[in-house]
């Protein structure tokens, strides 16, 4: 909801705003904190202009993706 308010709030954006997490957060053992912060500052530099969510090696346009709470990842819609 936040990637597409800001989508919807910020038509026309010049650069990509990357939104991520951890299933896990930093510090615990098994976190994929540290590897979705490096995957999205990449993305940052590699995206055109747009709202995205970068997350478990993935990167999804913000209006194409979904949280499947069951497998606890994103997926596409």
Not at 32 to 47: F, I, K, M, V, W
Not at 67 to 74: M, P, R
């Amino acid at each position: 909801e936040t990637g597409l308010f800001l989508e919807q709030a910020l038509p026309e954006l010049k650069i990509p705003v990357i939104l991520t997490g951890a299933m896990t957060p930093l510090g615990f053992e098994g976190s994929d904190a540290l590897q979705n912060l490096t995957e999205s500052l990449l993305a940052a530099r590699l995206l055109l202009a747009g709202v995205f969510v970068v997350m478990h090696g993935q990167v999804f346009p913000v209006s194409q993706v979904r949280k499947d709470k069951d497998k606890a990842t994103f997926v596409w819609k």
